[in-house]
């Protein structure tokens, strides 16, 4: 029997992430971006304008914190009518609910039944007024030191969160429930979308990775797969500033998450930043690519034995994109005739600058032509 030498640069394919069937509802792939202010009744009008920019940019969603618990309930709050104007240009919001109902949530005598009844009170108000989901911000266990205290906090916080989700459930236009966990524990975000079913649960996971292949190829991974053995959404969450003050590595962070299957959540910290990142001229690219070509909701799939890529680049393929992250300090160069749609950090023709992400153009496979006879 005649052996044949394996080929020098297979290519393998492998499948990360399934796509799901049928359509998607909203929050499965949205584009979301937080608003760093704090909405208020004085500023309530330029806020609004904020989130038309960003809305124009190419984010769907905002989520937004308001300056005073009160305006969530209070008769002439703002709330109302700033997510009406949004929602009359189909532009989503999330209300971030204040994280007072959750600190010392693992003090033996917290008040439950206090702190139940302003979070529903609080929950109604933000849903009342339009919102299309509640933040719950992060997980209470984490503003406790001690094992003890973080346990039972953590117990008490699935409990509320139940009481949330059942709030949610009495609304027709189904709103979600979103929250963050600090870090990239595996263990702890799985446990949590098993026992409170967040639609959302925010991680820093891109954040927090080594820029190098193996890191970055391991975290998308392990993200995705945690949340895709329960039918969960992966959320990317990165940090969003004008590219002049990002890192070269953090602009290549943020336009791999904007690739990825799931949701992009952009978090704007810092204010007065609004209009420079909606400005940033790969993020709005990046922004009109995916939603044309519906990144957030296709399969996932890491390509290895590419005769062109090094052990330092990490190389996807989601729909006919091909978005390839170059951690070296070395430029890329890409096969001859690759077109980039968009890339973190400007380079030469066909080559992706060092410490940077760009996304390549693969041509689709056309079926050969029927042939066609006379009768």
Not at 16 to 43: E, F, K, Q, Y
Not at 210 to 218: G, I, K, T, V
Not at 264 to 285: D, K
Not at 303 to 325: C, F, K, Q
Request: net charge negative; hydrophobic share 40%.
């Amino acid at each position: 029997m005649k052996h044949h030498e394996p080929r020098p640069h297979a290519v393998r394919t492998l499948l990360v992430h399934r796509s799901r069937r049928g359509p998607s509802p909203w929050w499965h792939s949205c584009a979301l971006a937080t608003i760093p202010t704090s909405l208020s009744a004085d500023n309530a009008a330029q806020i609004s304008t904020d989130a038309l920019t960003l809305h124009n940019a190419g984010f769907d969603t905002v989520l937004v914190t308001l300056d005073d618990p009160i305006l969530l309930v209070h008769p002439k709050s703002p709330l109302p009518e700033f997510i009406h104007q949004l929602k009359a240009r189909r532009q989503r919001v999330i209300v971030r609910i204040p994280n007072e109902t959750f600190v010392s949530l693992g003090a033996r005598g917290a008040d439950m039944e206090n702190r139940v009844t302003t979070l529903l009170l609080r929950t109604r108000g933000a849903l009342n007024a339009g919102a299309d989901g509640v933040d719950l911000g992060v997980c209470a266990e984490e503003y406790e030191d001690s094992p003890i205290r973080r346990a039972l906090a953590r117990e008490r916080f699935t409990a509320l969160v139940r009481q949330v989700e059942a709030e949610c459930a009495t609304f027709d236009s189904q709103p979600i429930v979103t929250a963050r966990l600090s870090g990239f524990d595996t263990p702890a975000i799985m446990s949590h979308l098993e026992d409170e079913w967040f639609h959302h649960l925010y991680d820093d996971a891109l954040r927090t990775a080594s820029f190098d292949a193996p890191s970055l190829e391991l975290v998308v991974s392990d993200s995705l797969s945690i949340r895709d053995r329960i039918g969960a959404v992966a959320p990317w969450n990165v940090d969003c500033l004008p590219a002049d003050r990002q890192s070269d590595a953090d602009r290549a962070l943020t336009l791999l998450a904007l690739g990825l299957p799931g949701v992009f959540h952009g978090r704007l910290r810092e204010e007065n930043v609004v209009e420079q990142v909606s400005a940033t001229s790969y993020i709005r690219t990046a922004l009109a690519l995916r939603s044309e070509r519906k990144l957030g909701t296709h399969a996932l799939g890491v390509l290895h034995g590419l005769e062109w890529a090094r052990p330092d680049t990490l190389v996807y393929l989601n729909s006919d994109v091909m978005i390839v992250v170059n951690t070296a300090d070395q430029p890329l160069a890409l096969p001859p005739g690759s077109q980039i749609l968009v890339a973190s950090s400007q380079s030469s023709h066909g080559v992706v600058a060092p410490r940077s992400c760009a996304w390549v153009s693969v041509a689709r496979i056309q079926p050969a032509p029927t042939a066609e006879f006379s009768g």
